[in-house]
């Protein structure tokens, strides 16, 4: 450990209460100085360097300092860094604003902006109330997908069934009622899930606003995937009962499924769309929520009517993020990423059969540029996720698993070469807890 390195973790402690992290674990699991970032590798002060394999948080999807988005970011920042937008508007967004409507599903035509994922939620959700409200109905209900997350604000964590977030604070969240997840990636899982959709629906819909999911792969739930015909079935009931169905693609969004957005896979346009993390390559915080003109025209009108939609952030908008998701775009255009994807996740899926030779090995599974393998064998307590995290770091692999799932999310921009070292390290840290 060099000096420098010990100097900033020791630092970083006295004031710094780092996020979804038990701060006692730094005891034993000391703090990693970051110094540079290039491509899909992370430098620390020691001289190592780690393939970012779960792309910072799912975000990164072109590398760290990427040479085209540095680019774009400087020749923004002399120009323009920030300006309030209410009143005033700027060139970064109303270009993106327009790029975003052509690639996202037909009928999509607003873009409301925020800052996180989980303020995009949270918009959609307060539009979606509003717009009944707007007509005149109180629906205080929202209904989600059992095992899904859609961020830790309260009303993101309210729609989320992950206990682990939301369970010491079941007292103060949103009415919420969940359905049944497919239970896996078959059509017969979808069907099943869309009955019992059905009948939450039947008896409920009068009072609930929306029902939001998180298209064909649930990430933060341990990367549970299921099939597309779920998203079709569900736009059917949701038209059918008018409750607004409400895609939260912040991570499923950009590529990640195989298409560009998870809900192109059944062809489907919902009422609400969140979007973010891949927006920016992961680079700043933006999120947008998008929706169609006939939920935008219920808040149309004279101001003393108040049917305007009053919610705001400081920094909606911030030029600085948008020219960043321009560039970001101009990315996936000009190097035919999703194209190029098709053959990396192919070569992805073979390498992953040969997981399933090891003994505590449950289970693989994978949609487009996300992988996953449940190991088997171990209680939580044992945190063997914990355990694949130090061994896969030891040899240049920065893996964080969600329990007992190891799963690869990495930057599209990974190499052949470095897919074999990020999952044949994760092969030997899988083997080494036998
Ligand atoms: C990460 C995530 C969010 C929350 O985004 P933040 O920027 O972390 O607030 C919401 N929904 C999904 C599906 C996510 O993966």
Known sequence: MSKKSLDLAKKDLEHIWHPCTQMKDYEKLPLIPIKKGKGVYLYDYNGNKYIDSISSWWVNIFGHSNKYINKKLKNQVDSLEHVILTCFTHKPIVKLSKRLVEITPKGLEKVFYADNGSSAVEVALKMSYQYHKNRGETRPYFLSLQNGYHGETIGALSVSDVGLYKDTFKHILLKTLQAPVPKNQSENAAKEAALKLEVVLKEYSHEISGFILEPLLQCAGGMHMY???????????CSKYRVH????????????????????????????????????GGYLPLSCTLTTNAIYDTFYGDYNEQKAFLHSHSF??????CSVANATLDIFEKDDIINKNRKKSAYISKKLKIFKELKN?????????????????????????????????????????????????PPYIITYKEIDKMMDVAYEAIKSLQ
């Open 227 to 237: 099939a597309p015909l779920y998203l079709k079935l569900a736009r059917k009931l």
């Open 245 to 280: 169905l409400i895609a939260d693609e912040i991570a499923s969004g950009f590529g990640r499924t195989g298409t560009m957005f998870g809900v192109n896979q059944a062809n489907i346009t919902p009422d609400f769309m969140t979007l973010s993390k891949g927006l920016t």
């Open 361 to 409: 090995v449950e289970n693989t599974r994978e949609l487009g540029m996300v992988s996953a393998i449940d190991i088997k064998g171990y209680k939580p307590e044992e945190r063997v996720g914990l355990k694949v995290f130090d061994y896969a770091l030891k040899y240049g692999v920065f893996l964080r698993p969600l329990g007992n799932v190891v799963y690869f999310m």
């Open 316 to 321: 909606t908008g911030n030029p600085l993020c």
